[in-house]
């Protein structure tokens, strides 16, 4: 075993590795464009694409636990190559009891149904090069997912402790739904920073639905609703989003 200092020095160098690895795969995706002549623009669903949104939300709820206070602006940019995805995605109160996040991921989805992906989870308003267990402001946790005729599964764990993030290391979350075709049903368990005492426990039953509203002839806008349930915690939350 290494000497505690060499330990900490190597365990700081492989966050500080993760967390540019990722950000460079996200920066080289913003000027693969011009240098592969992609048709985005065009439409084209053959190629390499960027696409770029947002969810406006009455709250953000996420795997049961709610975040801030309020309605939230949640935006995106992803790049996308065949069944490989790179991208980031964020969210942003707006009251002053604001939960703000700001993340990165990589995933790579197998035409048999199987998802593999890497998240790198930074809440803004700490310090971005913090790497530290104590303080640190990373947390990076793996997704394995799997989908088939309406049924999913994923399970997730958490890779390091970040004191800033939240994250003990070694927290895990798992989930399974199944979509009837306009229902979604889904339930997740969790430990660590799932849970107020960090212990597994069921923490996230519910349904989510949609429609879509037209606005006019050439404009339409999507509309979701979740009822979410944390036995763990208590608590019931009913979340209405817009997606632009």
Not at 59 to 77: D, H, L, T
Not at 156 to 169: K, P, Q
Request: charge should be negative; proline fraction near 3%; charged fraction near 15%.
């Amino acid at each position: 075993m290494l000497p505690n200092s060499n330990y900490l020095t190597l365990k700081t160098y492989i966050m500080k590795a993760i967390t540019r690895a990722i950000s460079f795969i996200v920066l080289i995706s913003v000027v693969l464009p011009g240098a592969m002549n992609l048709r985005a623009q065009e439409g084209s669903s053959s190629g390499p694409s960027f696409d770029v949104g947002g969810d406006l939300v009455s709250s953000y709820v996420w795997r049961g636990s709610k975040f801030g206070n309020g309605p939230a602006i949640q935006p995106y940019v992803e790049f996308t190559a065949g069944n490989f995805s790179m991208g980031s995605w964020g969210s942003f109160c707006f009251t002053d009891a604001e939960a703000a996040e700001a993340d990165l991921y990589i995933a790579y989805g197998f035409d048999f149904g199987l998802s593999l992906g890497l998240t790198d989870y930074y809440f803004p308003g700490t310090s971005y090069f913090d790497y530290s267990d104590s303080t640190g402001s990373h947390g990076y946790e793996i997704n394995i997912g799997f989908e088939r005729a309406g049924f999913s599964v994923s399970a997730n764990y958490m890779l390091n402790e970040a004191g800033s993030a939240g994250t003990a290391g070694g927290d895990m979350y798992y989930e399974v739904g199944y979509d009837f075709g306009g229902v979604a049903l889904f339930a997740g368990a969790g430990d660590g920073w799932h849970t107020a005492d960090g212990e597994f426990a069921v923490c996230n039953l519910g349904l989510s639905t949609g429609k879509t509203l037209a606005i006019s002839e050439t404009f339409e806008l999507p509309v979701t609703g979740s009822v979410i349930l944390n036995p763990a915690t208590e608590q019931f939350y009913i979340v209405l989003g817009l997606s632009l």
